[in-house]
């Protein structure tokens, strides 16, 4: 064995776990606090593994990342960000691109995602009997994203990309 590798260190929350409660929302610059009852984004890197004359790989490419987000937005609030983009962007709003910011509360601080060059590409209200509430769920379709990046750091430095070789800042 090469080296001793520490453990993470997992800071000392005294149980507190955060949940959608401590998550705030900006989409396309407008604060959205209560906005929303879930948010999902995901990376999927696909890569090919390499074969010679052997059962093992002998290499694998760096791949090609996917990106996806959906936000369920209470009705309301996707009336609102809607007339916000419309009123604020040019014509043919959904081919428009926007950045979303997901902020995370807990407790060693802020940390937040940013996901660049979203578009309103589909969405769906669900409506139903009984009393739950009108909800518009939301496919952003984003270009990129960057993950838990730290309050006052700047998303676009290369630490942040999980990208080797990444391209220009798109902002």
């Known amino acids: 064995m090469s080296g001793f590798v520490s453990p993470i260190q997992i800071p000392v929350t005294t149980g507190f776990a955060p949940s959608i409660v401590n998550c705030r929302l900006e989409v396309a610059g407008l604060s959205l606090p209560g906005a929303f ?7 999927t ?10 059962v ?4 694998m490419t760096d791949g090609q990342n996917a990106y996806e987000a959906k936000v369920d937005f209470y009705y309301q609030w996707y009336v609102a960000t809607m007339a916000t983009i419309q009123n604020n962007f040019p014509p043919g709003y959904g081919s428009q691109n926007f950045n979303v910011f997901w902020y995370y509360l807990i407790p060693s601080g802020v ?12 969405d769906e209200v669900t409506a139903q009997h009984g009393t739950s509430a009108l909800v518009s769920g939301v496919d952003l379709h984003p270009l ?28």
């Open 37 to 43: 009852q879930s948010v999902t984004r995901k990376r």
């Open 45 to 54: 890197r696909t890569r090919e593994s390499l074969y010679s004359n052997n």
């Open 56 to 59: 093992d790989p002998v290499a």
């Open 111 to 122: 940390v937040f995602d940013v996901l660049i060059g979203c578009k309103f590409d589909s």
């Open 144 to 171: 990129k994203i960057y993950f838990a990046i730290p309050d006052g750091a700047t998303y676009t430095d290369p630490i942040y990309d999980d990208n080797p070789d990444p391209l220009d800042t798109m902002t």
